[in-house]
């Protein structure tokens, strides 16, 4: 029997309405466990985290037939951000509502729809091959929206305690950019991010002999580190990149000179760059401006990098096969959660919905969208584990 071609849809719908705002998982994992478990898929569930973050992980792992069966793992999240007032909204975020060709609610596009898309892909698949050669695997997680300490990061380590090592990685981040299909991340930039703190003395605006104003100490440096050219970056990766997010100092009154300024920084940076080399350029430069300080640093992620090969070709072939579309492979954006996997992983990618409403007030994803990317992913399966 031809199956609900409403199918990815309806799916899509019943996560939307789970509220699994970060790191609630809201009984996501569990509608998908039993979706995969009635497929023939053995489930763990490997949760982690302190009390007051508690993470829900599902390993799910389904045998090909052959004697060492390739195995394709689909990752991604159910955590989603918040949604902000309510009333923002045209309708209830966590009540999937259908308006004018569109799929409303928050994590329409980041990510449920891929999720949905990826379990009726694989029921598609099996349904065609009951007994295919290679092995299929999900990797989910509740979070991957907020710190990302106990999630992905955590089953991967457990992945690696028991000897598994997919093949291939396909992650569900809503990539695509104008129309579905037009974009694969087979990469991303890693992320170094800075608290500093610079020493002054508080005193009165008008005796500025008596006081010593952070800020200014602070200035020059700080355009300095603004103008710096850190690399050149690569063929695949753009210049590392220098921002300052947050900049304070003050105790709220005008006639107060400052005893103290913080900045908040980050380096987005490619293969080009070491954290280690542009920690030591950027205190190289306070130094030489004689800024007394203190520097905490949060390494957030590593760059990664995944060479066209036999996974991006298949899935670039899907989605021309699907949509006439020909992917860019790009290495744009921020961090995901293949940051764990590709230490795990040799081959992993990057690709779903378009992501222009992420994050925002009415996330929507367009409904033409979603059975084209769950038959994007079975053609995937088809091209490499059939």
Known sequence: M???????????????????VSPQDAGCQDLLRQRLQALGF??????AGPPEWRVRNLWALRRGA?????????????????????????????????????????????????????????????AAHPRPAGSIGFVLTSDEEGPARDGTLRVCEEL?????????????????????????????????????????????????????NPVHLAAAALAELAAMRWDEGDADFPPTTWQISNIHAGTGAGNVIPGELEVLFNFRFGPASSAAELQR?????????????????????????????????????????????????????GTSDARFLARI???????????ATIHQVDECIEVACLEPLAAIYRRTLEALLA
């Open 66 to 126: 052959a004697a060492q069966p390739p195995l394709l793992v689909f990752a991604g999240h159910t955590d989603v951000v918040p949604s902000g007032p309510p009333q923002a909204w045209a309708s209830d975020p966590f009540e999937p509502q259908l308006r004018d060709g569109r799929l409303y609610g928050r994590g329409a596009s980041d990510m449920k729809s891929s999720l949905a898309a990826m379990v009726v892909a694989v029921e598609d698949f099996l």
């Open 281 to 333: 350029r950027l205190v190289a430069v306070l130094q030489r401006h004689q800024l007394p300080h203190t520097l905490q640093w949060t390494l957030g992620a590593e760059p990664f990098r995944t060479p066209a090969g036999a996974l991006s070709r298949t899935l670039q072939q899907a989605i021309a096969a699907e949509t006439g579309v020909r992917a860019e492979l790009s290495t744009t954006g």
């Open 160 to 212: 690696q305690r028991l000897g598994e090592r997919p093949t291939w990685c396909i992650v569900g981040e809503p990539t695509s950019s104008r129309v579905l299909g037009d974009v694969i991340k087979n990469g991303r930039r890693g992320s170094l991010s800075g608290r500093l703190l610079v020493q002054g003395v508080q005193g009165h605006v008008a005796y500025p002999d008596q006081a010593r």
């Open 345 to 355: 992983c040799d081959q992993v990618v990057e690709f779903g919905p378009p992501n």
């Open 42 to 47: 053995v489930c763990r569930e490997l949760p």
């Open 2 to 20: 031809p199956r609900d071609p409403e199918a990815t849809l309806q799916l899509a719908s019943q996560l939307i309405a789970r509220a699994s």
